[in-house]
C-alpha cells in the first residue's frame, strides 16, 4: 500500500528552524507532485509550498523568504527546510503527493495525505 509518512516536527523557539521530511514507499509508477499544508487550531487547512516534478515552487505569500521545499525524487521524498520560525506558524503540517501507484485494487492515481506533524513555535 502506498503511503505517505512523515518527521521532524517539535517545538521551537521563534526565530528558529526545523526541517520536516515525508517519504513516499510503496510501488509508485510517477509521482506529479509533493508539497506541505498546515492546519492551526480552529483555522482551515492551507498550502505552504508544492513542487510538481519538473515544474516550479510555489510558496503561500506567509512563508515566502523563509520556508524552503525541496524534493529527491529518487527516494520520493519531499522536504520543508523552516527558517525563522513565527508563533503563527504553528500548526500540524501535513505532507500531501499526487502520484500513480499500486492499491490493493491496482495501480490508480492517488491523492495522499501524510499523518501530520505538530510544529509548536513558543518562547
Known amino acids: 500500500q502506498v503511503q505517505l509518512v512523515e518527521s521532524g516536527g517539535g517545538l521551537v523557539q521563534p526565530g528558529g528552524s526545523l526541517r520536516l521530511s515525508c517519504a513516499a514507499s510503496g510501488i509508485i509508477v510517477s509521482m506529479k507532485a509533493m508539497g506541505w499544508y498546515r492546519q492551526a487550531p480552529g483555522k482551515e487547512r492551507e498550502l505552504v509550498a508544492s513542487l510538481p516534478t519538473g515544474g516550479s515552487t510555489n510558496y503561500a505569500d506567509f512563508v515566502k523568504g523563509r520556508f524552503t521545499i525541496s524534493r529527491d525524487n529518487a527516494k520520493n521524498t519531499v522536504y520543508l527546510e523552516m527558517n525563522s520560525l513565527r508563533p503563527e506558524d504553528t500548526a500540524v503540517y501535513y505532507c500531501?503527493?499526487?502520484?500513480?501507484?499500486?492499491?490493493?485494487?491496482?495501480?490508480?492515481?492517488?491523492?495522499?495525505w501524510g499523518q501530520g506533524t505538530l510544529v509548536t513555535v513558543s518562547s
Open positions: 500531501n503527493a499526487d502520484l500513480y501507484g499500486r492499491t490493493p485494487g491496482g495501480f490508480r492515481w492517488l491523492e495522499l
